[in-house]
């Protein structure tokens, strides 16, 4: 049986491109950000889906509920597997700040071989996407799911099922509120659409 699994990023927070969020505490939805997943859910409303899960940060949690609520799910399941990568200290500095440190650089420039401070790598996050991905499919098949992350977490869900390696990930956007749809079952996995905005 196939399960499709929509990858869904979050909606914007107020400071989207000014500095790295990572895990950092109190990032959440603006208005335009609860506006922005409103449109989502809206787009999302006629689907019935399975389940819905979420990185444990609020600001998919808060995604999620705006698609749980269009879609009358409940409750929303918190999956540490969907969570945003790990940049330890890295975590709500400015990018003027990061583009200073050569570690920052080298993340960027070797994203398949470099490291956060944390030590989690590029192949770590895909590894416990992919899993999260897997474990769904296995709960729900012949449904549909919702698995609410973050950008790197889903391009690194992209390149496991097209087979690419982690540095592809600037190859390509997952914007916020977009949907990434992929198909699994027991014959493997494939994309079928990638980043529907709204």
């Known amino acids: 049986m196939t399960t499709v699994v929509y990858l869904v990023r979050h909606a914007a927070h107020d400071a989207l491109g000014s500095y790295l969020a990572g895990r950092s505490k109190g990032v959440v939805l603006g208005p335009d950000g609860l506006a922005q997943a409103g449109r ?23 995604t ?51 490291t956060t401070p944390t030590g989690e790598s590029m192949e770590h996050v895909r590894k416990r996407v992919s899993r999260a991905m897997r474990v769904a499919a296995e709960r729900h098949p012949g449904e549909s799911v919702v698995l609410v992350s973050h950008a790197d977490v889903i391009k690194c869900a ?5 087979g ?4 592809s990930l600037f190859r390509f956007e997952i914007d916020p509120a977009s949907i990434t749809t992929i198909a ?15």
Do not use: Y
């Open 164 to 167: 690419l390696q982690p540095d």
């Open 64 to 114: 999620a509920a705006a698609i749980s609520s269009a879609t009358i799910m409940a409750p929303i399941d918190i999956d540490d597997d969907l969570d945003e990568v790990d940049f330890g200290d890295w975590s709500g500095k400015t990018f003027e700040e990061l583009n200073g440190d050569p570690a920052w650089r080298r993340w960027n420039e070797e994203r398949g071989i470099a």
């Open 40 to 62: 989502l859910a809206e787009r999302m409303r006629n689907e019935r889906f399975g389940s819905i899960t979420s990185s444990p940060q609020t600001r998919t949690q808060q």
């Open 158 to 162: 992209v390149c496991d099922v097209l």
């Open 184 to 198: 699994m079952g027991s014959w493997g996995s494939k994309l079928l659409r990638m980043n529907e905005g709204v």
